[in-house]
């Protein structure tokens, strides 16, 4: 199944109307009640409500406050989306904030270039920079939680993971579960350099 990376979703969650609309039918189904239910409830045709859902229309304050005491929900819940902060971090090239990251190994040079957390995703996000050199030690036994993806930017390298060996080049790409042990495991070319960007669930009071 294929999605296109420039689909409206942003688009439709920073528009009034299709957020609110968003909102009441998400507590509806929440609910488990139609969309009749709901019309029947607030006296509100079913035409109405479903114009309102799709985000169609722009809904009274009186129409929003009915929708609510319906729903049992205060009125400021149907902004929630159109409210919620979307976060984006810029690093200019070279400006990356070189760390050592847990378990890093000698020589592994780590820029990390952004890091977005406590989002509505539910997720930790971390890109990195790595730099290898001849000073690298090679160590194909990392293990962390989350989802990893690589993409070779310069160099060679054979990367493990698992029980596999994978030959990558620049424009080369590798994405993994990151529970298996994986590093690289032969500097073919060198220097390399490729992006790693590590995901994992945000965990509770973090």
Request: hydrophobic share 40%; proline share 5%.
């Amino acid at each position: 199944m294929k999605q296109d990376p420039h689909a409206l979703r942003g688009a439709k969650e920073n528009n009034l109307e299709l957020a609110i609309g968003h909102e009441v039918r998400a507590f509806r189904k929440k609910l488990g009640i139609t969309g009749a239910d709901l019309a029947s409830a607030t006296g509100i045709s079913l035409g109405m409500l479903s114009k309102i859902e799709n985000g169609n229309t722009s809904p009274s304050l009186t129409t929003l406050q009915a929708l609510a005491r319906a729903l049992g929900v205060p009125v400021t819940s149907f902004f929630r989306r159109f409210e919620e902060k979307r976060n984006a971090v810029f690093v200019k090239a070279g400006e990356g904030l070189e760390m050592e990251r847990r378990g890093t190994r000698a020589g592994h040079q780590y820029n990390l270039l952004g890091h977005i957390g406590n989002g509505s995703s539910g997720l930790q996000v971390e890109p990195y920079l790595i730099t290898l050199t001849a000073d690298s030690d090679v160590f194909p036994a990392f293990q962390h939680e989350g989802l990893e993806l690589i993409y070779m930017l310069e160099g060679e390298v054979e990367y493990r993971h698992a029980d596999k060996l994978y030959a990558m080049r620049p424009g080369d790409s590798l994405f993994f579960d990151a529970d298996a042990p994986h590093g690289p495991e032969v500097l073919v070319s060198l220097p390399i350099r490729f992006l790693s960007i590590i995901s994992y669930p945000e965990k509770n009071g973090s």
